[in-house]
């Protein structure tokens, strides 16, 4: 054999490895999921939603779909490695909340989530002290009807910390007439160890008006690709949740985002519409998932296969329908401003 005959073969069999190797998508078998002949039903419940200040859109839809509120939680609040709150929260939210009669509960978070920050505030009784009061004051001066208190990635080992600031912050607010609500990871049974371990559901419905369970992120952008919220663990969540803390103090977190995630990497987050058209330019089919109650479809891009999961206003529906079985009526989503438009035909306030 002749060395070009070689050679041939040898780029030939080098082009059919590298062939065989890539990622391959479905084929795709027509156009999916047609959004707009989706069959919906309206769901009566209490809904507090999630409005960020970095998205104009997010106030925007806020204002538009005011009506189903109950409450509002603008973000934009924090405390920092210092134990001095910061941010601001958005005086357009805030307007429309008030000519819709919806009740404002501004977020605050420990600053990036950090870790130190929030053992500093739960640890050391003069950082607690002051923090209160300064949330005191802050709730006073805008003439808000409560706080949202979002601290995450708490130490478990600030567990009783954790409950006894929430127990103080309470007992000064309560008596100014103030909400005093606090966002949780979720989780299905009492986990004292890892994320979700520094907080306590029955100890923390006793002393909050609201125990909001952020029952998402169950995938997560670090880990593998999957749904979001999967229908049968976010009833798992709903049924250890209601069985330590009262119906009237619990509210259950629905996500309205999702992820691209790319094999082996780090996912980014995409809202409904975001979604939509990355499956139309990839020219891939969307297709419903039913036993997790989400939206999925891959493509590939830059020789990487990448997997989509996310939520539309049936997905919605789905997680309410879960709430109502459970005898529960009170619901958050986080965020407003990537939900499908039609989840406003679902959503009723109550």
Same mark, same amino acid.
Not at 125 to 143: H, K, M, P, W, Y
Not at 171 to 189: E, F, M
Not at 215 to 233: E, I
Not at 256 to 269: E, Q
């Given at each position: 054999?002749g060395?070009? *005959?070689?050679?041939?073969?040898?780029l030939?069999?080098?082009?059919?490895?590298?062939?065989?190797?890539?990622?391959?998508?479905?084929?795709?078998?027509g156009?999916?999921?047609?959004?707009?002949?989706?069959?919906?039903s309206s769901?009566?419940?209490?809904?507090?939603?999630?409005v /960020?200040?970095?998205?104009?859109l997010?106030?925007?839809?806020?204002?538009?779909?005011?009506?189903?509120?109950?409450?509002?939680?603008?973000?934009?609040?924090?405390?920092?490695?210092t134990?001095?709150l910061?941010?601001?929260?958005?005086?357009d939210?805030?307007?429309?909340?008030?000519?819709?009669?919806?009740?404002?509960?501004?977020?605050? *978070?420990n600053?990036?989530?950090?870790?130190?920050?929030a053992?500093?505030?739960?640890?050391?009784?003069?950082?607690r002290d002051?923090?209160?009061?300064?949330l005191?004051s802050?709730?006073?001066?805008?003439?808000?009807?409560?706080?949202?208190?979002?601290?995450?990635?708490?130490?478990?080992? =600030?567990?009783?910390?954790?409950?006894?600031?929430?127990?103080?912050l309470?007992?000064?607010?309560?008596?100014k007439g103030?909400? /005093?609500?606090?966002? /949780?990871?979720a989780?299905?049974?009492?986990?004292?160890i890892?994320? *979700?371990?520094?907080?306590?559901?029955?100890?923390?419905?006793?002393?909050?008006?609201?125990?909001?369970?952020?029952a998402? =992120?169950?995938? +997560?952008?670090?880990?593998?690709a999957?749904?979001?919220?999967?229908?049968?663990?976010?009833?798992?969540?709903?049924?250890?949740?209601?069985?330590?803390?009262?119906?009237?103090?619990?509210?259950?977190?629905?996500?309205?985002?999702?992820?691209?995630?790319?094999?082996?990497?780090?996912?980014?987050?995409?809202?409904?519409?975001? *979604?939509l058209?990355?499956?139309?330019?990839?020219?891939?089919?969307?297709?419903?998932?039913?036993?997790?109650?989400?939206?999925?479809?891959?493509?590939?891009?830059d020789?990487?296969?990448?997997?989509?999961?996310?939520?539309?206003a049936?997905?919605?529906?789905?997680?309410?329908?879960?709430?109502?079985?459970?005898?529960?009526?009170?619901?958050?989503? +986080?965020?407003?401003?990537?939900?499908?438009?039609r989840?406003?035909?679902?959503?009723?306030?109550?």
């Amino acid at each position: 054999m002749g060395l070009i *005959a070689v050679a041939v073969i040898l780029l030939s069999t080098a082009a059919l490895t590298i062939y065989l190797a890539m990622p391959r998508e479905e084929p795709f078998t027509g156009p999916g999921v047609n959004f707009t002949e989706i069959t919906l039903s309206s769901v009566e419940v209490k809904f507090l939603g999630w409005v /960020v200040e970095y998205d104009a859109l997010s106030a925007s839809d806020f204002a538009q779909h005011v009506a189903a509120f109950t409450w509002v939680s603008p973000t934009g609040l924090y405390i920092d490695e210092t134990g001095t709150l910061g941010g601001d929260v958005p005086a357009d939210v805030v307007k429309s909340a008030r000519d819709g009669g919806v009740l404002v509960l501004p977020l605050v *978070a420990n600053r990036n989530f950090d870790r130190q920050t929030a053992h500093k505030i739960l640890t050391e009784a003069e950082t607690r002290d002051s923090v209160i009061g300064q949330l005191e004051s802050f709730l006073a001066q805008g003439g808000y009807d409560g706080i949202n208190i979002d601290f995450e990635d708490v130490p478990e080992g =600030d567990r009783d910390g954790l409950t006894q600031f929430m127990g103080l912050l309470a007992s000064r607010l309560r008596s100014k007439g103030k909400l /005093v609500t606090i966002d /949780v990871p979720a989780k299905t049974y009492d986990a004292t160890i890892g994320w *979700a371990g520094a907080y306590d559901y029955g100890a923390l419905g006793d002393v909050c008006d609201l125990v909001i369970i952020m029952a998402y =992120d169950y995938h +997560w952008s670090s880990g593998p690709a999957g749904a979001v919220s999967p229908l049968d663990w976010f009833e798992d969540v709903v049924r250890y949740a209601s069985s330590v803390i009262p119906a009237s103090r619990l509210m259950i977190g629905m996500p309205f985002y999702g992820y691209d995630w790319p094999t082996g990497g780090t996912a980014s987050g995409v809202t409904f519409d975001e *979604a939509l058209q990355m499956s139309a330019e990839m020219n891939r089919t969307i297709r419903f998932d039913e036993a997790t109650g989400e939206y999925t479809f891959t493509y590939v891009r830059d020789n990487t296969r990448r997997e989509v999961w996310f939520q539309g206003a049936k997905s919605v529906e789905l997680r309410l329908q879960i709430l109502k079985n459970h005898g529960l009526d009170q619901a958050a989503a +986080w965020r407003i401003g990537q939900e499908d438009p039609r989840t406003w035909e679902v959503i009723r306030r109550g």
